[in-house]
Structures are given as structure tokens and as C-alpha cells.
Nanobody, 117 residues
Framework: QVQLVESGGGLVQPGGSLRLSCAAS????????MGWYRQAPGKQRELVAA????????NYADSVKGRFTISRDNAKNTVYLRMDSLRPEDTAVYYC??????????WGQGTQVTVSS
């Protein structure tokens, strides 16, 4: 079955950096648009960044543009989210998401990112 396993979350000080990884299995990874979402306590889950199947196109939430970078390695079945200049408001659970044709949709279990001094 499809599995998305996130890693790389943790506690970081404001202004710091983290890189999240999401390893996929049980699917033809290169056929999926991949995304990172986040959900803070008491808030709705929101799209942070997404990347098309071949990596040719990306999009970002306005709140993270210029600070976060999404990338993928189809040979390793992995998508990454590089997060720089982190702010306290970036604190959330970050989820990996896989989407093929808006029909085949999968979520990872999430990884906690906490930005605090």
C-alpha cells in the first residue's frame, strides 16, 4: 500500500533552518504531484508548497515565498522541503501529500516543527 513517511521536524530557533523529507513507497512516485501542507493548533490545514511530477513547476503559499524551497528526487522517491528564516508562526505539524489526477490522494502521518527561542 502507499506510504508517505515524513522526517526532519524538530525544535529550531527563530531565523533557523530545517529540511523536511518525505519518503514514498507503494506508488509510482514520478506520476504524482507532491505537496507539503501544515496545520497549526486551532487552524485549518493549509498548502505550503507543491511540485509537479517531473519537478518542472512549483508553487508556494505567500507566507513562505522566498524562505521555503520544495524539491524532489524521483530516483529516491523523496520530496523535500527546505525551510529557512523560520518564524514562530511557522510552528505546525507538516504533512506530505501525494496527488495523481485529483483522484489518488494520500497523506503522511505528519512531523512537528516548532520555532521557538
Amino acid at each position: 500500500q502507499v506510504q508517505l513517511v515524513e522526517s526532519g521536524g524538530g525544535l529550531v530557533q527563530p531565523g533557523g533552518s530545517l529540511r523536511l523529507s518525505c519518503a514514498a513507497s507503494g506508488m509510482i512516485f514520478s506520476m504524482y504531484t507532491m505537496g507539503w501542507y501544515r496545520q497549526a493548533p486551532g487552524k485549518q490545514r493549509e498548502l505550503v508548497a507543491a511540485i509537479t511530477s517531473a519537478g518542472g513547476s512549483t508553487n508556494y503559499a505567500d507566507s513562505v515565498k522566498g524562505r521555503f524551497t520544495i524539491s524532489r528526487d524521483n530516483a529516491k522517491n523523496t520530496v523535500y522541503l527546505r525551510m529557512d528564516s523560520l518564524r514562530p508562526e511557522d510552528t505546525a505539524v507538516y504533512y506530505c501529500h501525494a496527488n495523481k489526477q485529483a483522484v489518488y490522494l494520500y497523506w503522511g502521518q505528519g512531523t512537528q516543527v516548532t520555532v521557538s527561542s
